[in-house]
């Protein structure tokens, strides 16, 4: 019997969270894997595609809602642009794409797990599916002769030899496939353009196809630890709510189900213990929630994870505008603080490299990381989480970690008021610094002087109290 826990959070009302029943796994092997994952903290996400080649958003451009965000090509006749957008595929040629260089770079910058968009919702697979030939494996794709033409194999065969924990990004709903969206009428938003009601074999075919996508992703691609299902409009219609509704678009006066039971229940056949992340998709199969492009701003009663862009796209677009090492740091920091992950996505380039933008601030996350990983890597949030400039953390050993963020511009102060009156005796040391530590207990906190050893630290200053307890 599943527990159910009731949350009431007006917080997450607030960033569309939707504070309703979060549904604990009462699988031994899941919950054990959902524990793995949190203790990870810290994940790379990878859009790339079709979208990749113009360097527009990914998919949306073929949708014909009208949302600012969806830019296209005025000059064409949405059809035209349709067509267009989909022939892409005959272009793409990543003749640089090499996943170690990746798998390298992000381990590197401190990350631990990975997930990589399989198949967006224009339906273009990244894997070498049997259910279709719109695939980076089909001959009419350049890349399809060269021998790591099987894109997502090479890069989870990459990722896993170092150690990273591996997602599958899949879309439920697939823009391309005449099942979800059929030729005899027009495509006037993101939901399936018929009413399955009258056409229940067309739906009944398209279970069938995501059925055995998903199937060969679990089957056919080593040790999966995280299915993450996107497109939360695909959904029984009795899910439907507040959240679903604040989106903007038409909710169709049918369900689209695709039987989440039968799925994850193959899939974890498959690959026991497999987080499933069907998001937004309150209930069994949504193991942990994902607020996106935001940091709630207190901690959440269940397992999460801000997925964010460094930049401001989710694929690749030349000009972007990437945020900084320091931004991207004290996000790290004030999400892990507050018991969360944090999924950070870059936008591979058409020819299968990094942007240098991302390059450079993966590295300079890795440079801080590589002195403050232990405050952030298998840590739990402590009370009181954030306070001012100061973020909490705790290790396994019951060590509390203190985190400093320094503004743009800050200089590194010769002292600081720790805001953590708990700490009475034991030692205290700034991570990166060799030098002993001075410090006074007072009654807000604890005062600490820093000295000119903490000069060459950037970004944030890591402050380690011993787990000694005093009276």
Not at 73 to 91: A, C, G, M, P, Q
Not at 251 to 275: E, F, H, T
Not at 285 to 309: A, I
Not at 425 to 432: K, M, N, P
């Amino acid at each position: 019997m599943k527990k159910v826990i009731v949350i009431i959070c007006f917080t997450c009302l607030a960033l569309n969270i939707c504070a309703q029943e979060y549904v604990p796994p009462s699988d031994v092997q899941v919950v054990r894997k959902l524990e793995q994952w949190s203790g990870k903290k810290f994940g790379l996400f990878m859009h790339w595609g079709i979208y990749s080649i113009p360097g527009i958003v990914e998919s949306w451009s073929i949708n014909s809602e009208d949302a600012s965000w969806i830019p296209r090509d005025s000059t064409l006749h949405y059809e035209e642009y349709k067509r267009w957008y989909f022939d892409l595929n005959k272009s793409f040629n990543p003749v640089n794409f090499n996943p170690e260089q990746w798998a390298n770079l992000a381990r590197k910058a401190g990350m631990r797990y990975v997930v990589f968009t399989t198949k967006h919702h224009d339906g273009f697979a990244m894997f070498d599916t049997r259910q279709s030939d719109y695939k980076v494996t089909a001959p009419e794709v350049p890349f399809s002769s060269h021998p790591r033409a099987n894109i997502t194999k090479e890069v989870f065969d990459a990722f896993r030899k170092r150690g990273f924990m591996i997602g599958a990004y899949f879309s439920k709903p697939d823009w391309h496939n005449e099942n979800y969206w059929w030729p005899r009428y027009a495509t006037p938003n993101r939901n399936n353009n018929y009413d399955i009601r009258l056409h229940p074999y067309r739906w009944e075919a398209f279970k069938t196809f995501t059925y055995l996508q998903i199937e060969e992703l679990m089957s056919d691609y080593g040790a999966i630890d995280v299915l993450w299902l996107d497109g939360g409009w695909v959904r029984p219609k009795a899910t439907v709510n507040e959240e679903v509704l604040s989106w903007g678009a038409p909710v169709p006066d049918w369900d689209q189900d695709i039987d989440m039971p039968k799925i994850a229940s193959m899939a974890r056949s498959r690959q026991p213990g497999l987080i499933i992340v069907d998001r937004t998709v309150h209930g069994p199969f949504e193991n942990y929630r994902t607020p996106e492009q935001r940091v709630p701003e207190k901690p959440l009663p269940f397992p999460w994870e801000t997925c964010m862009t460094m930049g401001e796209a989710w694929g690749y677009v030349p000009n972007d505008m990437y945020k900084s090492a320091r931004t991207l740091v004290h996000l790290l920091i004030d999400i892990v603080a507050k018991g969360g992950n944090f999924l950070l996505n870059v936008g591979p380039k058409p020819d299968g490299t990094f942007p240098e933008q991302a390059v450079q601030r993966l590295e300079e996350m890795g440079s801080w990381m590589a002195i403050n990983q232990e405050s952030i890597e298998d840590s739990y949030p402590i009370a009181p989480y954030r306070s001012g400039q100061f973020c909490f953390t705790q290790g396994k050993e019951g060590q509390v970690y203190a985190h400093y963020l320094l503004d743009e511009g800050e200089k590194n102060p010769s002292e600081l008021l720790i805001p953590y009156p708990a700490f009475h005796t034991g030692a205290i040391r700034l991570l990166g610094q060799p030098a002993p530590l001075k410090w006074k207990k007072e009654k807000e906190g604890i005062r600490v002087y820093p000295g000119k050893g903490s000069t060459a630290l950037r970004y944030a200053l890591v402050f380690e109290l011993s787990a000694k307890k005093g009276k």
